[in-house]
């Protein structure tokens, strides 16, 4: 039995097939790979990685196993599947996601290919426990699978308090104990117990907050938005594939962005934090349809046309259209009355977390500082854009169009 | 200078008045008044006291007296209210404050009688500061009034974070820094700086999961409802009057109502935490017109009624009907596009919470275990209500009629 | 199973024989005794119960006797006594123990009496538990005895974590989740594991800075003696007597005071915080050889005979006399190559503690703030000390004789 | 002004010369310089960075500089200094520090090139500082250099804090609001006002737990031998100097390791965390008085002379061969009795910390894990130790000869 120290958790106890995986070079990479990507330029306190995550979630999900009375080699099976939940991320987790899956067509939770080779195949082998069979619930798939990935999870159990704590906004702070308490299966479907309609509240909350205040803030979605141009700019130089960058680290793929004559540019911005600014703050509303259903390359094309019309170099233009806002994040169940129901409909504020999203959504136009009017008012031409009505205070209480922050960190 | 070590803000510094009111009997008094009065028989842990909390609000207000740039004598003013608003509460806090209001008129927060006499009153001379306009900032009067009680007063960002640090319950941890620095004037009144929508629902959130989890479980209320029942009997007694009620502190009245006849079983149940049950646990669409209008004498009516019905004494049953839930919380005014707006135009989650509250609203009718079957019954009887319907599970998730917790805490 | 929501411990979840004890009279009276007393003259934020202590014991004396796979009756015996041991606590914890002892011939750990009436005895019965086998636990007798009161014992790793969490004092915060790890039985010894000497040491010096900091804060000390002086003239008065005290809590015990015309004064002094003030305080060589050996009898007489000095009233003077520092606190044992060692014959800090405790040894007369003067003069003459040599400054970095604090807290 | 969130100290605000520096490169470079190095494969939750830990710095700084009532320049210098001071660390922070000094002669707080370059430069000159008074503070030289660099400097004040807050492990958590406001300067000294001694021996307490359990833990001691042996190694090959080494980010380090031929192995073994074994781990008293006086190339000599007495690849043996424990860290000055005295004097558990820190002092001989035996015999042989007389439990409870870890963690 092996016991990590774990500022979140305190002490972690691993052993069965846990203790095994740990050493794995696929496991160990994790921890070259930080859990928030370019939030460290909000939160300069958050540079922890996924390999205390993946921690964390195994004695989440060593905890729920116990509490739910699953044993014997499903057991093994769900903490084996929480602690290699996430080695399919690529460098800065999310932040490189959309450019591996278009050059790879995986996601981050696709990865049977990972567990079929190499040290972890050899030891799922040993346990008795088919690759398939994790991979299944990294993806959600089967009964057990809501438990690895669904919207009671492990996973957001430990990443919501974990990211609280390394950021320091409290508003992640969700009792976690407490859900791992109530998850019960009835029917086959993982719920809450009755009388739990406030603690799925909370958590949907807490998520809500935290995308606003620290996922998704302004800062980082831009910083986030120049990597992944990077990234991008990489592949297209034939200096690495898609598959490449999926396994690289962190240290990786900044050194060999500050290497390559096409990104280099980038580096140094990201470097020296000197990022890109907002020319365009723009609401739902106000995006064209076309804008909506565009794809990657419409939207190339649209920078390069931005770019033209205000006279700046191509590369000087990242246009960064967030999926609509349709997904509800709100398909918890609880038990209610003896009835399985979902939890938007037992809960007026989770409906309303609906509308808040849509509320905040917003697509940008970053650009160095010196060119946001001239981009600013090129991207009004050529989307056909209102830019009086952009310039506005946005939440973050900043004029939202031609502006800038200065600040390292704001929550 | 006075330095505190406080569990929630580390060190508190008091100078100028504050460190000479500080040991007035008046406020020394608030050692001996719990914050939450009955809540601890939910949550062990929550024995903090309306001193500290005391001490938490001065320290926040000297904090944002600084930010807002407020100096001199009116300075001097808002600390001193800050440091004194809560020598009002009568013992148990708001636990015997209707009681207390019932006999004196008087609520919590008017205390102009308090600060003209004794040591404050010379203190205050001393100081130049009139005891009226102490008492006009308690009552949240004017222009600095919102700053001591109002929607965003340093009040209740202290007592979110402490109540949180005391009872383990992670919902009240707002980011109280932040509120201070955003602190803004604008023609009067105090609203957050522009980009604070999200700041303020996070206020009300905290509140609001506070509320359910804490401040109004079923337990606190029962207990809560037992407590203020027997200070009513001792006034009834003629042992006190309200204003000697109003000066107790905790350990007077536990022992006044272990000593009084009419009390002591009251007090028998309360010291061994042999609380009544519920008889009955019913929504807002369940509760009478006329229960929802009644006033304290119809409801005294209703519960001899009730017990009667029943073949139970009236000392055994105990009606407890929250105010309507009409109170908007949500008339906080965060600043968009330059202007002033109520939060609740700006923000879909706080108009849900308004839902959220309506539909958590609950009325009770409690009693000791072995009669609520027959109190649940005369209840239906004499109100007229449906008791089939009323079997059903409530949001803590369990039957709320005719059952009853056995835990000690519960989140 | 009950599940109870803890600040220090999250969760902690009672069931077995600690479900049916947790409501019995004798324990939910803890919720009325405070763990530190007049700590909170100090550390206004101190102001938990026994009752919430208790609860954390049992929860750490759950997890060591899991670790160490103790089972059935053994087990539950120890979470019995884990839950138990502090129901022999007077009003306001240690502070009236020595008048307790005094007059009852028992401490606060000898509590057979208590176990073998009432609602205890009877779920003990059900149990098949005898009250011996708990009475034992709690004195530390025998293998298991160490457990619960010993130099490894759950109670300080409870204590010591929430005393720094709720004083905001940070050196109390040892790593109790490591210490419950590294528990062993070596020939029916309570040892640590080998390689835990550092393990062992941060308990003694935690111990050793809480010491100084908090418990015997000279403020601490000072109230701590006058309400110990109070409960004394109380028995005196035949108010009550020794048996009585001891079942009050510190409701009963404080409104008692105010009521009896004997401690009326103490009382007033409590409630508003007007403390006497040292009039000395002075050194383990500076106190003469008959004060260390002298008992209750000669010090009441030392003290009458120093008021007539200086002109005072007798229950103007206080002597308060720590015991020597002779007693180890050093018995931990630890495993080194294999061998069973004392902690001490290791460690060159905790031989070091045992030094710094004589160096801070102290012992003090307290007095009215406006009598210091005469009464610090009338000691010197009485006792034969060399006043001049006393004037220095203490540890608390304030002039040692014939001076105070003013301050509400001091860490 | 600029408000950052920090995990340690919740808003740090930032203005003046602070606000400009914070966006040069040598600031932001920090970002991707960890603070703990190799200490992350024992605590995997310790990724923090010099960049955070400059601001934690900074901010405690400037709450010195206004409890001091230093103003006006000079404060702008110290608070400079503060955030400037650790620029001058190489990558993986102390892990590189030896082998820079050993190829530029310079420590990393020998700072004045790069204040007198770049970005940095032109700011100080903008604001009529001059470089070489912020080096001296750097340094620790002068009056306000002890603020800086020294033994109550506001450097440990945040590592403790915010080590201990990352790792888990409690020990670092210091009342370091205390330390600030207790700081006074007396004939030019930085000393602790009256009365605090023990103050400060909680500083050199948690700092000598912190060392043994996290700083100089075997893990971190061999991964961190490693890691410089590997250093050392490439610019042995010419493939970088000592000056490119100390400008290099952990990125850039660890990427170059890789694909350098000579180091590649060791790149792996760190990436995998594949790390070498004990072969020897002794205490002084066994440590030739030859090996202690030994320095850079005597030691490497040593290790080809045990690498072929074993018969293994030289590059397969580390000698660890730490400073003899002489220095005391125990020069803190504290007032007592209007007297400046060393801490030592006054203090028997600080000369305890002496004692301990020499008995705790190990050598060690690491080896990859199949070589243990084999590099051990070797090593008895070579330095002609008593090879019996070592196998023994270590004060981390395992076999400290020819013995290793398994676990990620350990405290």
């Given at each position: 039995?092996?016991a990590?120290?774990?500022?979140?958790h305190d002490?972690?106890e691993?052993?069965?097939?846990?203790?095994?995986l740990i050493?794995t070079?696929?496991?160990q990479?994790?921890?070259?790979i930080?859990?928030?990507?370019?939030?460290t330029?909000v939160?300069p306190?958050?540079n922890h990685t996924?390999f205390?995550h993946?921690?964390?979630?195994y004695?989440?999900a060593?905890?729920a196993?116990?509490?739910l009375?699953?044993n014997?080699?499903?057991a093994?099976?769900?903490?084996?599947a929480a602690?290699?939940?996430?080695?399919g991320?690529?460098?800065y987790?999310?932040n490189?996601e959309?450019?591996?899956h278009?050059h790879t067509?995986r996601?981050?939770d696709?990865?049977l290919?990972?567990?079929?080779?190499?040290?972890?195949?050899?030891i799922?082998?040993e346990?008795g426990?088919?690759?398939?069979a994790?991979a299944?619930?990294?993806?959600?798939d089967?009964?057990?699978?809501?438990?690895?990935s669904?919207e009671?999870?492990?996973?957001?159990?430990d990443?919501?308090?974990?990211?609280a704590h390394?950021?320091?906004v409290?508003y992640g702070t969700?009792?976690h104990?407490?859900?791992?308490?109530?998850?019960?299966?009835?029917?086959?479907e993982?719920?809450?117990a009755?009388g739990?309609?406030?603690?799925?509240?909370s958590?949907?909350?807490?998520?809500?907050l935290?995308n606003r205040?620290?996922?998704n803030?302004?800062?980082?979605?831009?910083?986030r938005?120049?990597?992944a141009r990077?990234a991008?700019?990489?592949?297209?130089?034939?200096a690495?594939?898609?598959?490449?960058?999926r396994r690289m680290?962190d240290?990786?793929?900044?050194?060999?962005?500050?290497?390559?004559?096409a990104?280099?540019?980038?580096?140094d911005?990201?470097d020296?934090r000197?990022l890109?600014?907002?020319a365009v703050?723009?609401?739902?509303?106000d995006?064209?349809?076309?804008?909506?259903?565009?794809?990657?390359?419409d939207?190339?094309?649209?920078?390069?046309?931005?770019?033209?019309?205000?006279?700046v170099?191509?590369?000087?233009?990242?246009?960064?259209?967030?999926?609509?806002?349709s997904?509800?994040?709100?398909?918890?169940?609880?038990?209610v009355n003896?009835?399985?129901?979902?939890?938007?409909?037992?809960?007026?504020?989770v409906r309303a977390?609906?509308?808040a999203q849509?509320?905040?959504?917003r697509?940008?136009?970053?650009?160095?500082e010196e060119s946001?009017?001239?981009v600013?008012?090129?991207?009004e031409?050529?989307l056909?854009?209102d830019?009086?009505?952009?310039?506005?205070d946005?939440?973050?209480?900043?004029?939202?169009?031609?502006s800038e922050f200065?600040?390292?960190?704001d929550?």
């Amino acid at each position: 039995m092996i016991a990590v120290k774990d500022s979140v958790h305190d002490h972690i106890e691993i052993d069965g097939i846990g203790a095994d995986l740990i050493d794995t070079p696929a496991l160990q990479r994790l921890r070259r790979i930080s859990q928030m990507g370019t939030v460290t330029y909000v939160y300069p306190s958050a540079n922890h990685t996924r390999f205390e995550h993946s921690l964390g979630v195994y004695h989440i999900a060593s905890q729920a196993v116990e509490k739910l009375d699953i044993n014997g080699r499903t057991a093994e099976t769900i903490r084996a599947a929480a602690l290699l939940h996430d080695v399919g991320h690529g460098p800065y987790s999310h932040n490189t996601e959309a450019v591996i899956h278009r050059h790879t067509g995986r996601y981050h939770d696709e990865v049977l290919d990972l567990l079929e080779t190499g040290a972890i195949a050899g030891i799922l082998q040993e346990h008795g426990i088919e690759p398939t069979a994790v991979a299944e619930l990294i993806r959600g798939d089967g009964r057990y699978g809501q438990l690895i990935s669904g919207e009671l999870d492990v996973d957001r159990m430990d990443y919501l308090v974990r990211d609280a704590h390394h950021t320091g906004v409290p508003y992640g702070t969700i009792d976690h104990e407490r859900f791992v308490r109530e998850l019960r299966y009835v029917d086959g479907e993982l719920v809450l117990a009755p009388g739990n309609v406030q603690t799925a509240e909370s958590l949907l909350l807490a998520r809500a907050l935290m995308n606003r205040a620290v996922y998704n803030h302004p800062t980082a979605r831009i910083s986030r938005a120049m990597l992944a141009r990077a990234a991008e700019r990489l592949i297209e130089t034939g200096a690495i594939d898609g598959t490449g960058l999926r396994r690289m680290d962190d240290h990786d793929l900044l050194v060999t962005l500050r290497s390559n004559q096409a990104t280099q540019h980038i580096a140094d911005r990201l470097d020296s934090r000197s990022l890109f600014k907002r020319a365009v703050w723009a609401e739902l509303d106000d995006a064209p349809d076309e804008l909506l259903a565009s794809e990657f390359d419409d939207r190339a094309a649209l920078e390069t046309e931005i770019a033209e019309a205000a006279g700046v170099d191509p590369a000087a233009v990242i246009l960064d259209v967030p999926p609509s806002p349709s997904m509800a994040e709100s398909t918890s169940r609880v038990v209610v009355n003896g009835e399985i129901r979902p939890l938007s409909s037992q809960s007026a504020l989770v409906r309303a977390l609906l509308t808040a999203q849509r509320d905040r959504w917003r697509f940008g136009v970053y650009t160095p500082e010196e060119s946001t009017i001239a981009v600013g008012k090129a991207t009004e031409r050529v989307l056909g854009l209102d830019i009086d009505h952009l310039v506005t205070d946005d939440h973050w209480g900043r004029p939202a169009t031609l502006s800038e922050f200065t600040e390292v960190g704001d929550s």
